[in-house]
């Protein structure tokens, strides 16, 4: 039904900046809303951020309020995750989601690996 592409992951040190773009197979203007989700080593999967592609509403984990800002552009079917001030907690894979008709699609994931 959909396919989801994550790139832009990367070994950063803490400060710095880094942006993950997700690129979707069909037009997110047939999309609800998308995600942005993150698993750190031994830990469950979170959401860090959504996005409604119609009206542009977003939320954000409180761990990334203030840092992170997710975005899309839709003539490029591309949903992105901006991260300023990376810390090492953030350190995880980010995986880009959306649900279709109660059926979660994933993007397989980008390292984001923040360490000195």
């Known amino acids: 039904q959909v396919q989801l592409v994550e790139s832009g992951g990367a070994l950063v040190q803490p400060g710095d900046s880094l942006r993950l773009s997700c690129a979707c197979s069909r037009s997110i203007g047939d999309i609800n809303a998308m995600g942005w989700y993150r698993q750190a080593p031994g830990k469950e999967r979170e959401l860090v951020a959504t996005i409604a592609i119609s009206g542009g509403r977003t939320n954000y984990a409180d761990s990334v309020k203030g840092r992170f800002t997710i975005s899309r552009n839709n003539a490029k079917n591309t949903v992105y995750l901006q991260m300023n001030s990376l810390k090492p907690e953030d350190t995880a894979v980010y995986y880009c989601?959306?649900?279709?008709?109660?059926?979660?699609?994933w993007g397989k994931g980008a390292l984001v690996a923040v360490s000195s």
């Open positions: 989601n959306t649900r279709i008709y109660d059926i979660d699609y």
